[in-house]
């Protein structure tokens, strides 16, 4: 078992930046994959960004591509998102997630088995 809370999120104004945390309990927090989501209103969840166990190889969304960075750091069961050059699209709930570790990297929500509850990121234009 394996329990996620994100935190970070809030109000920016558009080219800003924010850093997501997202904190596991578990032991096993290494073993896993981990992936941050996002769902606007009226959307799908979509992949965000993921990263293996050991810290690479990762994916990204090409719409976040040059501007966000995943990381994680093990000894602290915890994974991060930089969120750079913000943009009001970017606007969502986002989640984290952990699921079994792959290479490469699986992207898929139905991939993931535990889910935290979402950190509102809102982007003003």
């Known amino acids: 078992q394996v329990q996620l809370v994100e935190s970070g999120g809030g109000l920016v104004q558009a080219g800003g930046s924010l850093r997501l945390s997202c904190a596991a309990s578990g032991r096993t927090f290494s073993r896993y994959a981990m992936g941050w989501f996002r769902q606007a209103p009226g959307k799908e969840r979509e992949i965000v960004a993921a990263?293996?166990?050991?810290?690479?190889?990762?994916h990204y969304a090409d719409s976040v591509k040059g501007r966000f960075t995943i990381s994680r750091d093990n000894a602290k069961n915890t994974v991060y998102l930089q969120m750079n050059s913000l943009k009001p699209e970017d606007t969502a709930i986002y989640y984290c997630?952990?699921?079994?570790?792959?290479?490469?990297?699986?992207?898929?929500?139905?991939?993931?088995?535990?889910w935290g509850q979402g950190t509102q990121v809102t982007v003003s234009s």
């Open positions: 997630a952990a699921g079994p570790s792959t290479a490469p990297v699986r992207i898929g929500v139905s991939s993931y088995d535990y």
């Open positions: 990263i293996t166990w050991s810290g690479g190889p990762t």
